[in-house]
């Protein structure tokens, strides 16, 4: 077997020479790691400092998964913009023109992106109006598609889908229902414990609350496309998404006000694997791993932080070298195996398909229980948040209407869960 620099300072990591810190050394490496400002804005909501002010970036979470209806095809969702209330719809629910939303390809078994998909949007004017989509695919195919306008009713418009006869492809983008679900709040009393008490944090606050879910009554926008799975197939059946916002290196404002771009495109968020920055990279470096590459990962920029983290919440060296094998060796990358069968209603529910079974991550999978049990060892581990508030839909693109503003007389509850 032929050991990279990476599997080696994993390695390294890993032995008792390295681990055998007192518990004064130990709690002053551990602080480095999960200061006070250490957040879990879980799966990748607002998850670093820049992305804090820079909204229109901020990549909440990555899915991939083959479409139910038609294994031949791959569903790609990327939803950014997290938190939209649906009182704000016709100013919030606008894609940003400046920015290329891209889903990174790696089809050869490494961490090097090998093709992608591309969308652009139009200038967004807000209220009902439409944008345009531009969206590039490997080999050059362009397809142009709208996007589905808000409203301020109480019912929500009808998604519009485009389908592309000549290249096969279908595509959405709109405001939705967050399709994320988590006890945020839960979770970040967890980390914080943490600091208090390092290598030893109090897992029960996790579940505390009795289930809660931060995301429930707020609204993302959700870029969708489903293409063939050929289209994306490599050397093997088994296919790597990672997701990314980029912006030009340069932006300037015109005396009209109109922000627009120039340069080289530059990535300001990521999002492969879910949890991997909010819940394993220290606050100093957040910001770094967003512009960081999935090549960055391999070659060991952030695993030092990464092992630390993963010591800090108590978590065994087995376990460890799993997370790193995800999360690491080959780039932080979302793992899609084109052979493992995908069924069943809100876009696929099999219990041997989806995540953690090679199937990428489907939107009702439990990303949140499944993550934080492999990081407690495989002792069961979880927020009591077990699923979304609303029901996906059965057909592309598989998420679930936006919250609306209530009608009159329907009482005080917007579905939000603080």
């Known amino acids: 077997m032929t050991f990279t620099r990476t599997d080696r300072r994993i390695g390294r990591l890993l032995t008792r020479e390295n681990l055998g810190l007192t518990a004064l050394a130990g709690a002053m490496a551990l602080a480095t790691v999960w200061t006070p400002s250490a957040r879990l804005d ?3 909501h607002i998850d670093s400092p820049s992305i804090t002010q820079d909204r229109g970036s901020d990549l909440t979470d990555t899915y991939a998964f083959l479409d139910p209806n038609d294994n031949a095809k791959v569903v790609l969702i990327m939803s950014t913009q997290g938190f939209v209330v649906s009182g704000e719809h016709f100013g919030m629910a606008i894609f940003d023109h400046n920015i290329r939303y891209r889903f990174e390809i790696e089809n050869t078994g490494d961490a090097q992106p090998d093709t992608f998909v591309d969308v652009t949007y139009s200038k967004g004017l807000g209220r009902t109006m439409n944008q345009m989509a531009t969206v590039r695919l490997p080999g050059g195919a362009e397809v142009m598609a709208p996007t589905t306008p808000s409203n301020q009713e109480y019912t929500p418009p009808p998604p519009i889908v485009t389908s592309d006869e000549g290249t096969r492809v279908t595509f959405y983008a709109g405001v939705a229902d967050d399709p994320f679900f988590l006890d945020d709040t839960g979770a970040n009393r967890m980390v914080g414990s943490s600091i208090m008490n390092p290598g030893n944090p109090d897992k029960s606050l996790l579940a505390e609350r009795g289930g809660r879910d931060t995301y429930a009554g707020f609204n993302t926008l959700i870029t969708a496309v489903s293409v063939p799975a050929d289209m994306l197939r490599g050397k093997s059946n088994v296919i790597g998404v990672n997701a990314v916002t980029q912006r030009r290196t340069n932006q300037s404002i015109r005396p009209t006000g109109e922000v627009v771009g ?3 495109w530059v990535t300001v968020d990521r999002d492969g694997g ?14 770094e791993y967003n512009a960081a590459t999935t090549m960055d990962d391999a070659n060991g920029r952030f695993a030092d932080d990464i092992v630390k983290s993963l010591r800090g919440l108590g978590t065994d060296d087995a376990h460890i070298a799993m997370l790193a094998e995800a999360a690491v060796l080959k ?12 069924s069943g209603p809100q876009g696929g529910n099999n219990p041997d398909g989806g995540f953690g079974k090679m199937g990428g991550r489907r939107l009702i999978d439990d990303v949140v229980d499944i993550v934080f ?9 979880g927020d009591k948040v077990d699923g979304n508030e609303v029901a996906f839909r059965n057909e592309f693109p598989f998420v679930a209407d936006p919250a609306q503003p209530f009608p009159p007389g329907s009482g005080p509850d917007d579905r939000t869960r603080q």
């Open 373 to 381: 049990t492999i990081i407690n060892n495989d002792e069961p581990l």
């Open 42 to 44: 879980a799966s990748d």
């Open 331 to 342: 780039g932080d990358i979302l793992r899609l195996d084109l052979t493992v069968p995908n």
């Open 274 to 287: 879910p949890l991997v920055n909010n819940g394993l990279i220290p606050p100093p470096r957040k910001d």
């Open 262 to 264: 120039s340069g080289d």
